[in-house]
């Protein structure tokens, strides 16, 4: 793959509990495509990957939140699990970071339960896309609109359902974070949305 990231700086926002699949496949995707990628959490050391409910491997922690500075990267992704998404959306440094990207109309990807993030940070209202379908009422009830599709991609946000779907994801996300910064997104007060 030709390296259409390079000079790009992208934070990954995880802690433990997050499904391996779903932060290394991507962040291998976004190396191999020339991006500079740093492991963002809420604490120092290592997190652990979890295989859907048995351990896997331990990551190195790049930043903490206290340490990282969300104007210094390009882009976010957010991997899913269940742990994972729930200690983050309950984080206000984490919500406070993720909310950087979208009020700075800077691309975001999130697959499985990593929308969960985007709703506690208030982000999700009038944007169409899709999680793990366990959550779809808490994207609708957030304002989204949801879909079951592989990824979706709506002004700079990427989403995917499962691991399955990595293969869209990444294809899709790189795209997104090539385009770069998308005019921000005005929350659509009121919108007219499926449910």
């Known amino acids: ?14 802690t433990d509990g997050f499904e391996q699949v779903e932060m290394t496949k991507p962040r291998q995707a976004l190396d191999e ?9 809420l604490k120092s050391g290592q997190i652990q990957g979890m ?4 351990k896997g491997d331990k990551f190195d ?3 903490t ?10 882009a976010l992704m957010i991997p899913g699990g269940l742990m994972n998404p729930d200690a983050l959306r309950s984080n206000d440094d984490a919500l406070g970071f993720t909310r950087h990207f979208f009020e700075n109309g800077k691309p975001v990807a999130a697959i499985c339960h990593g929308p969960w993030v985007l ?4 982000v999700v209202r009038g944007r169409i896309l899709t999680s793990w379908p366990a959550i779809k009422t808490d994207v609708r009830n957030a304002g989204g609109k949801w879909v079951n599709e592989e990824v979706v991609v709506d002004n700079g946000l990427v989403t995917s359902r499962k691991p399955e779907d990595i293969p869209a994801f990444n294809q899709k ?3 997104e974070f090539c385009e770069g910064k998308h005019e921000p997104k ?7 949305l499926e449910t």
């Not at 939140?65 to 390009?74: I, N, P, Q, T, Y």
């Open 65 to 74: 939140l206290d340490e990282a500075r969300s104007e210094e990267f390009d």
């Open 51 to 54: 295989h859907p409910a048995d």
């Open 173 to 175: 996300m790189i795209e």
């Open 1 to 14: 793959m030709a390296r259409k990231l390079e000079g790009k700086k992208l934070a990954i926002l995880v």
């Open 119 to 122: 709703i506690d940070a208030g």
């Open 33 to 41: 495509a020339g991006a500079e990628t740093k492991i963002v959490s």
């Open 61 to 63: 922690v790049d930043l």
């Open 186 to 192: 005005p929350q659509m007060a009121g919108a007219t």
